[in-house]
């Protein structure tokens, strides 16, 4: 598509990555180059089938999906069936799909995506960041194709997964680390966004009544994430947040965000703090009080003006 961003989404394929899956291809500033799949909320395999099913949903032209990393660098693969329900889609039984994956790992699909692509390409992260390490650490010749990392993951603050670290980084904290450490453009949309972005329950409520099997799916997912909320007896107006989908946000457009740049290191030893991402907001570091800060900046996601970014989900999804 003309003057559309050139991206790439990396996902594990999830209820919340399919919401952002539904809106990347739908909506008319971007241009989904291909889609990558590692394994996190479900195994690697479910994760390209449910990536392929939520294509046919969108309505997707032909789009390059591969798969990728099957577990993290280092960590056995701890995978999120109380989230995402046990096929990693709410198991809401979506048809196959007639697509098939390409027939290379993912970390030659980036390869091939940044190299021939006649303007850097933003990588999307909605996932460990297994495949995105990888390819750093295969094709270091491609650093400069990359336009920006918008990687949901991390968090300012409490975490999801422990009390210190969200899910993504703490799934593969090395790869985490290895990216943050890259010097690449990223942008962290950690868990004070993630949970800030969403719709309403009436909102829910016009998807499922819409024509079309991408409304329809994306209501069916919110209305599992409503039952999640309730047995997780999360505070809930009559909100649902939009997890991943709220990234793709962000790179359509970040005029809503409130950032800073700060350096973020992952913590990698182990114990409770393992996969904290300590963003280091400190305005002045006393030199008697601390070392220079060595982890590298990233523009890091404060906080959100939600209702541009629940407008801009629901017109992508409804239709303007
Ligand atoms: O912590 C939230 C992240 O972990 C989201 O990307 C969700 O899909 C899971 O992968
Ligand atoms: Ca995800």
Known sequence: MSGAKPVILDVDTGVDDALAILLAVRHPALDVRAITCTGGNAPLAQVVTNTLRVLDAAGAGPTPVAAGAHRPLLEAPQHAAAIH???????LGLPDSGR???????????????ADSEEPLTIISLAPLTNIALL???????????????????????????AAAEFNVWHDPEAAAIV?????????????????????HDDVRRLLAAEGAAPRLAGAL????????????????????????????????PAPLVTRVAPVEVALAPGATRGQTIVDLRTMVGADISAARDALP???????????????????????
């Open 85 to 91: 329900g046990s096929d990693g889609l709410a198991d």
């Open 298 to 320: 990233a523009t890091v996601v404060l906080d959100v003006d939600s209702e541009p970014y629940r407008r801009l989900f629901l017109d992508a999804l409804l239709g303007p």
């Open 180 to 200: 943050l450490g890259a010097g690449l453009d990223v942008l962290m949309y950690g868990l004070e966004p993630f949970y800030c972005v969403g719709v309403s």
């Open 100 to 114: 098939t994956p390409e027939p290379v790992h993912a970390v030659e699909l980036l390869r091939r995506a940044l």
């Open 222 to 253: 919110l209305t599992h994430l409503i039952g999640i909320d309730a047995t997780e007896e999360r505070v809930a107006d009559d909100r649902v947040a939009i997890g991943d989908a709220g990234a793709v946000c962000a790179a359509i457009d």
């Open 136 to 162: 750093l650490r295969t094709h270091p010749e491609v650093i400069d194709r990359i336009e920006r990392v918008v990687m949901m993951g991390g968090a300012v603050g409490t975490g999801n997964a422990t």
